[in-house]
């Protein structure tokens, strides 16, 4: 047992690869987009030596196609991109949902809409996270704020797309994706790494979609089950249906196989939050300013205190009540014009809820939120 | 007392600002005992234009990666130097180009003037090395890292045919830094 765990500093974005190989990651699929084409170029060295492929599609539609056609033969799978990728990659993942298909897309976030500004961070995805693809819909997305948690959150990632038979976003911004920090990667065996759940029943009795259970075993294609895939809805057999049981039954376990295990896959980071009347709410590398910024205030005499979503969506709803129950106010400060906050608010109980906001490309400084935090003096 | 350590690397790009800033980073946190986070802001450009990187290096986990109030600022270009000079703190230091940045601004911190791309060319033969060189300028000057693990990162990001060049870099940063601070009366 000499092996010892390596230091290196890395990318946020090589994190992000390294945290997939981790997982087990062994096909990827993309279109190079700034600022995630960092995790392509070096998966595209890194996945040939441990026996994965990569592939560079003509397009970001066709890339979440092979992620879906990768991971039905088996094989866990990702695809990074940023918001302009992101939009066209909607269509793959609502297709993901509905088939249950377990895969991993990064959107490393960028200012937008459209082309916008492709080497200045921002945090405008996060609602198109929620709601891009049509249709009630799971979604589950991972918000990391530190380079060594980008290793470790891909490899959440991946568990509970796994787990859950579903996509898993992973929400970062260009400054979290391009900044480097020491990393130490954990060895073999330190992380949890969950694979999916496969058939043992014979053959002709496999349903990829059987009711007995809330979330069915995956057969990989190949191994001789053989199974329909597609977006309608469908039956137990995976073939398409129009019983408005059926449909209503399907539609219900799909969102609530996520809603049910809440508990499980929220993850908050509380700083200082025990007896604050001042809480701010923040997530990415906007947390990092938001700390620093509690961190002063408390310096300053003031109960500030942090609440930092991992998991991003399903929103930490219980997290944001907990919090607010002794709090004059929660501060919200996000890189868009104020999406999260409406979010909190719903969760605020009353509590009155202020945004801070920034599209110009820079990040929120930590004198911008300590400025309005010490108007709640 | 603030236990957090700002240093920017400013110059056009494609002078090796960035990866001067990794290296700083790295002799920080993997070679030295402290943490240490590298960002950098850059334009659709790869070459030309005012280019950053900013390190901050601590001995506690450090949650605001970028500048706030900068201790160590490098420019090797005067556009550079004109356009981030701003957020030097009180009592920081400015190491500028002395041939190219002839505009000094004024402020309440110290400057070290040396023409760091000439004599990266005169005496080793490669402008290249002008970053390399500033490093250890910096290295010396600020005792932010020591210079053995400031050595170490150089070597580890140099392929093995530079290392004598650069590892010379190096040396003459030292050197130079330890006849600037005489000169300039400090100890």
Redesign the interface.
Known sequence: MAEKRS???VQGNEACSEGALYAGCRFYAGYPITPSTEVAEILSARLPNVGGKFIQMEDEIASISAVIGASLAGLKSLTATSGPGFSLKQEGIGYACMAEVPCVIVNVMRGGPSTGY??GPSQSDVMQAKWGTHGDHPVIAVTPAYVQEIFSETVRAFNLAERYRTPVLILYDE?VG?????VTFPLPGELEVIDRVKPTCPLEEYLPYDTEYEIAPLAAFGEGYRFHVTGLNHRADGFPTNDSKLIEKGIKRLTGKIENHREDIWKNEEYLLDDADIVVFAFG?TA??A??SV?KARENGLKAGLLRPLTLWPFPEKAVRDAVVRAKAVIVPEMNLGQIVHEVERCACGVKVEGIFRVDGE?I???QILDVIEKYR | MEDRYELRFSGSGGQGMILAGIIMAEAASVYDTKTATQSQSYGPESRGGASKAEVIISDSPIDYPKATAIDCMLALTQEACTKYHADIKKGGILIVDSDEVKEIPRGDFKVYGFPIIETARKELGKTIVANILSLGLIAELTGIVTKDAMEKAVLSRVPKAFEDLNKRALQIGFDRAKELRAKSGNA
């Open positions: 230091k290196k500093l492709p080497t400054i391009h900044m480097r920090e020491p590398s990092r300013s700390r620093y961190r990040p400084n930590p004198r």
